[in-house]
């Protein structure tokens, strides 16, 4: 690698905190993954940044405004994003409403444990957007979301190696006002974070 680790590889499964701290300082390493960006419109950029027992990095790029994650779970896994350069729109489902999205920009992210299910696509008009995604114990397993021909939700098991896309239909747009911060579903207000290294 062309710049050191900005953190000390763990000897255990990180705490949300820890990781979202993690992402952020990997975020303002930009020597770490500025080389390794892709800057393909195809489908999202990505790179393995560390990897050990305990933990998984990884950054990606989004240079277009279709590309999107759907929703999805992490198994067993926790994690953090950070927002290096642009900015995504970070979507909850909720049952029986329309989905919660929140604009996440760039200097600010937010983490979650092993139960979330979430979706992330660029938010429209960002620019090339990069996010570096830390995970305790590595990413292994996701589940993807959507809807399928029989009009039920139904969770599709995949390898994190698969590249992450929309699996059948993923519902409503998510809502969006200023206030939707706070209306995280999953993420309370003190688990965002802003400034820091990737500022």
Known sequence: MSAPLPFVPPERTLT??????????????????????????????????????HLGVWVLEWMADDHDTGYHDHDRSA???????????????????????????AGEGFR???????RMRREPDAG??????????????TGQYGEA??????RVPTSSEEH??????????????????EAEVGVEADERESGGPGS
């Open 16 to 53: 949300g905190g820890e990781l979202q701290e993690l992402a952020a300082a990997v975020a303002g390493a930009e020597g770490l993954w500025t080389d390794l960006l892709e800057h393909r419109t195809d489908g999202r950029g990505y790179a393995e940044l560390f990897l050990d027992e």
């Open 149 to 154: 021909e029989d009009g039920l939700l139904h």
């Open 128 to 141: 090339p957007t990069v996010t570096i995604h830390a995970y305790s114990p590595p990413l292994e397993r």
């Open 79 to 105: 994690g953090a994003v950070h927002v290096a350069r642009g900015a995504i729109r970070h979507e909850h489902l909720r049952l029986g409403e329309r989905p919660v999205g929140t604009r996440v920009p």
């Open 164 to 181: 992450l896309s929309p699996k059948g239909r993923q519902g409503t747009p998510s809502t969006f006002s200023d206030g939707d911060a």
């Open 112 to 118: 979650f444990d092993e139960t979330f299910i979430h």
